[in-house]
């Protein structure tokens, strides 16, 4: 079992957190990097604009919502896990490490979560069912233990939860040809 500690981040206001437009957006603005994940960011597409579209709507929609409303990436907590526990797979592991491996991101308490969770289970009981939706989400982070699961054998990387270096809740499965 390994333990880290994520400390670089900073709080959001609990404003940015109610406003829609905020949600689509990342860290810097609309601005759409030049490189991502090491690898130059579509280079033959020149036009801002198509840029952004792929950028903020076909590969991460709702950057900030993932990022801060569902996830902890305004929180700083501590990390327990899987050797090399701040890698999201084990295809980024060195060496890689084939299977399963798991985290649990231990940001605290959160009373706004308990409040969220609170108010979505009055309104799944008293206005409309699929409230409920959004309910174990909040209380996950209400508990300040959320997890994450992830699996790499060569062929398909998938992972679910919060992702233990940014704290931001995600999903992901892709069949790689290695």
């Known amino acids: 079992m390994d333990v880290a500690q994520v400390v670089d981040h900073k709080p959001v206001s609990i404003w940015q957190k109610f406003n829609p437009l905020w949600w689509l ?13 090491g690898e130059p960011y579509l280079p033959e597409v020149t036009n801002v604009w ?28 501590l990390v327990y896990g899987s ?37 979505a289970a009055w309104l799944a009981w008293s206005v409309y069912p699929a409230f409920a939706v959004i309910l174990p989400i909040s209380l996950l982070k209400a508990s300040g233990l959320l997890p994450f699961i992830s699996y790499w054998n060569g062929k398909l990387e998938f992972y679910m939860g919060w992702r233990p270096a940014s704290g931001g809740f995600g999903t992901k499965i892709v069949w790689t040809a290695k």
């Open 83 to 119: 050797d090399q526990v701040l890698r999201t797979t084990g295809r980024d592991c060195t060496p890689e490490a084939f299977g399963f491996r798991w985290a649990l991101l231990d940001p605290g308490f959160s009373v706004g979560a308990a409040i969220v969770s609170a108010i």
């Open 50 to 77: 198509l840029r952004r579209f792929y950028w903020f709507i076909c590969r991460n929609p709702l950057m900030n919502v993932v990022g801060y409303v569902l996830g902890v990436e305004d929180k700083n907590y």
């Open 25 to 37: 957006v990342g860290d810097d603005g609309w601005n759409v990097p030049a490189v991502n994940n």
